[in-house]
């Protein structure tokens, strides 16, 4: 049984750290429960903050993950504004970097995140030059998608993953001119290879943006601090009056490195590696969200993976982890995303190079569908794109990791629930 007069600490105050604590205060822990943030905004959830939110439809107080009274009312200890510079795994405390606080804790979360990725090319240090991780930078970036759309702007986007395109399309529709800078072939050509990359590629192109593949940022070209420009390897200049960096983010790791915790590697997403409780290296203290590299049996490697889904389940099984409870954490992957009039959520986990085909069942070219990545017969991931209500099927197929009938599999007219 829990004590009492223990004291669990979450260093972290985004969906993961929030859910965690409010995972110990249901499950009936009466320690004290101490939840930091480096943020000043109380903890919230970033999907908004690409879609909703910047779009003007969402209102700010929406992305919050619980009202500011939830915290005090459930006894919850949150320090906003605060960073953590140390962990002391001996004395077991860790240390506010502000005023060199001490905080011992029994049981520690690490809930620190990620954070986007710097371009390293001259420029970057101009006034018109954006990240999108924060609501900071989605608030400062709402206000920009409209000065644009006004003045008939340029924005140039660095990246056509998921935060790329997202921005696109929030972009378009307050009426700014868009070009995408992107060094693969495709959009999202790791996630999901040249098949469905060029579905979002036709997609955005329909809608005005313009693409650049297999060219690279060299340089943002600016006077007076503004932005006049953008430079690519190909000796190519882009008209722009902003540029926003969306070529991944990185996760939050320096204070697991210093206490000398364990960490994955490049070819496993970084992170930090915990156990499939999400327990790290050292028995008291976890690892959830997008700062943690945890393994699937069901995948058979380690996976990092930076979707809210992750982060929205992944901060309760730490915390039940914590509490001592079997919480084996092996969710399949899940995200979701909305561009222009194309909804879509994917299930599963299928990098390129790891599946021999894709199966389609509808039609890609009304954008109505449901994509399949088949390994031997077997369903690694599927999306489904403007069909719903197909998440749980999709998700069974594929965890029962067994091989399917590949032309059933295609037929609209053959149940999912009949292939599981």
Same mark, same amino acid.
């Given at each position: 049984?829990?004590?009492?007069?223990?004291?669990?600490?979450?260093?972290?105050?985004?969906?993961?750290?929030?859910?965690?604590?409010?995972?110990?205060?249901?499950?009936?822990?009466?320690?004290?429960?101490?939840?930091?943030?480096?943020?000043?905004?109380?903890?919230?959830?970033?999907?908004?903050?690409?879609?909703?939110?910047?779009?003007?439809?969402?209102?700010?107080?929406?992305?919050?993950?619980?009202?500011?009274?939830?915290?005090?009312?459930?006894?919850?200890?949150?320090?906003?504004?605060?960073?953590?510079?140390?962990?002391?795994?001996?004395?077991?405390?860790?240390?506010?970097?502000?005023?060199?606080?001490?905080?011992?804790?029994?049981?520690?979360?690490?809930?620190?995140?990620?954070?986007?990725?710097?371009?390293?090319?001259? !420029?970057? #240090? %101009? =006034?018109?030059?954006? *990240?999108?991780?924060?609501?900071?930078?989605? +608030? @400062? &970036?709402?206000?920009?998608?409209?000065?644009?759309?006004?003045?008939?702007?340029?924005?140039?986007?660095?990246?056509?993953?998921?935060?790329?395109?997202?921005?696109?399309?929030?972009?378009?529709?307050?009426?700014?001119?868009?070009?995408?800078?992107?060094?693969?072939?495709?959009?999202?050509?790791?996630?999901?290879?040249?098949?469905?990359?060029?579905?979002?590629?036709?997609?955005?192109?329909?809608?005005?943006?313009?693409?650049?593949?297999?060219?690279?940022?060299?340089?943002?070209?600016?006077?007076?601090?503004?932005?006049?420009?953008?430079?690519?390897?190909?000796?190519?200049?882009?008209?722009?009056?902003?540029?926003?960096?969306?070529?991944?983010?990185?996760?939050?790791?320096?204070?697991?490195?210093?206490? !000398?915790? #364990? %960490? =994955?590697?490049?070819? *496993?997403?970084?992170?930090?590696?915990?156990? +499939? @409780? &999400?327990?790290?290296?050292?028995?008291?203290?976890?690892?959830?969200?997008?700062?943690?590299?945890?393994?699937?049996?069901?995948?058979?490697?380690?996976?990092?993976?930076?979707?809210?889904?992750?982060?929205?389940?992944?901060?309760?099984?730490?915390?039940?982890?914590?509490?001592?409870?079997?919480?084996?954490?092996?969710?399949?992957?899940?995200?979701?995303?909305?561009?222009?009039?194309?909804?879509?959520?994917?299930?599963?986990?299928?990098?390129?190079?790891?599946?021999?085909?894709?199966?389609?069942?509808?039609?890609?070219?009304?954008?109505?569908?449901?994509?399949?990545?088949?390994?031997?017969?077997?369903?690694?991931?599927?999306?489904?794109?403007?069909?719903?209500?197909?998440?749980?099927?999709?998700?069974?197929?594929?965890?029962? =990791?067994?091989?399917?009938?590949?032309?059933?599999?295609?037929?609209?007219?053959?149940?999912?629930?009949?292939?599981?």
């Amino acid at each position: 049984m829990v004590d009492a007069d223990q004291t669990f600490v979450i260093v972290g105050g985004g969906l993961a750290g929030a859910k965690a604590a409010e995972t110990l205060r249901a499950e009936g822990f009466s320690g004290r429960v101490i939840l930091i943030c480096d943020e000043r905004d109380h903890p919230y959830e970033r999907p908004p903050l690409s879609k909703g939110y910047l779009l003007g439809k969402a209102e700010r107080d929406s992305v919050f993950v619980h009202e500011p009274a939830w915290y005090a009312q459930h006894d919850i200890e949150l320090h906003l504004g605060q960073t953590v510079d140390r962990i002391d795994r001996a004395a077991k405390t860790v240390r506010f970097g502000d005023d060199g606080t001490l905080v011992r804790y029994d049981k520690l979360l690490l809930a620190t995140g990620a954070e986007p990725r710097r371009l390293d090319i001259p !420029g970057t #240090d %101009l =006034a018109g030059v954006h *990240h999108l991780r924060r609501l900071a930078h989605a +608030e @400062r &970036l709402k206000g920009v998608l409209a000065a644009l759309g006004r003045d008939n702007g340029h924005l140039v986007i660095a990246g056509a993953g998921w935060i790329g395109l997202e921005v696109a399309a929030a972009a378009r529709t307050y009426g700014a001119e868009v070009t995408v800078i992107e060094h693969g072939q495709t959009p999202l050509h790791s996630v999901l290879g040249p098949e469905l990359g060029s579905v979002f590629a036709r997609l955005h192109e329909e809608h005005g943006v313009r693409f650049r593949f297999g060219v690279r940022l060299t340089e943002i070209v600016g006077q007076d601090g503004m932005v006049l420009a953008a430079r690519t390897d190909d000796g190519e200049e882009h008209p722009a009056h902003d540029v926003l960096a969306a070529i991944g983010a990185a996760p939050r790791v320096g204070l697991a490195e210093a206490a !000398g915790l #364990d %960490l =994955a590697d490049r070819a *496993h997403g970084g992170g930090i590696v915990v156990d +499939e @409780r &999400l327990r790290t290296s050292d028995p008291d203290i976890y690892a959830a969200g997008d700062v943690a590299a945890f393994p699937h049996a069901l995948f058979g490697t380690r996976l990092r993976v930076e979707h809210w889904a992750n982060a929205l389940n992944g901060g309760p099984a730490a915390a039940r982890s914590m509490l001592g409870q079997d919480a084996v954490y092996d969710r399949v992957p899940y995200f979701f995303t909305d561009q222009y009039d194309l909804g879509m959520e994917y299930s599963g986990w299928a990098p390129a190079g790891s599946y021999d085909q894709v199966v389609i069942r509808g039609d890609a070219g009304k954008r109505e569908f449901i994509a399949f990545w088949v390994k031997e017969g077997r369903v690694l991931a599927g999306m489904n794109v403007n069909v719903w209500d197909v998440t749980e099927p999709i998700q069974r197929l594929i965890r029962s =990791a067994v091989p399917v009938d590949l032309d059933a599999l295609a037929d609209p007219h053959v149940p999912l629930e009949s292939l599981a």
